[in-house]
């Protein structure tokens, strides 16, 4: 089981950049393909990017590409995935959400359904 913290969320103006962590607790991190989505206010959430159990391949949503990139630390005392967003717009404004995938050998995926942990969020907001 994989238990999983976000950080880093904040107020910036659009243009700027915010790099979101989340730290992962368990002993078999490296094992799991890890994802970010966000959900904002009412609507359905939504893949941002996602990252395979090694690193070596990721998938990004259409909206970000060449924006942000997202990248992990598969260490015993840093389990960390983590998204850098660069040249942010009011519309990335949202709560993002990591989460994890075990199985499927450790691909990634950007399919909601396809994770089994997630955690709590942290908010990103984009001022114009």
């Known amino acids: 089981q994989v238990h999983l913290v976000e950080s880093g969320g904040g107020l910036v103006q659009a243009g700027g950049s915010l790099r979101l962590s989340c730290a992962a607790s368990?002993?078999?991190?490296?094992?799991?393909?890890m994802g970010w989505f966000r959900q904002a206010p009412g609507k359905e959430r939504e893949f941002v990017a996602a990252?395979?159990?090694?690193?070596?391949?990721?998938?990004?949503a259409d909206s970000v590409k060449g924006r942000f990139t997202i990248s992990r630390e598969n260490a015993q005392d840093t389990n960390t995935v983590y998204l850098q967003m660069n040249s942010l717009k009011p519309e990335d404004t949202t709560v993002y959400y990591c989460?994890?995938?075990?199985?499927?050998?450790?691909?990634?995926?950007?399919?909601?359904?396809?994770?089994?942990?997630w955690g709590q969020g942290t908010q990103v907001t984009v001022s114009s």
């Open positions: 368990g002993r078999t991190f490296y094992n799991y393909a």
């Open positions: 990252i395979a159990w090694n690193g070596g391949s990721t998938l990004y």
């Open positions: 989460a994890a995938r075990w199985g499927s050998w450790g691909a990634p995926s950007a399919l909601e359904s396809e994770y089994a942990y």
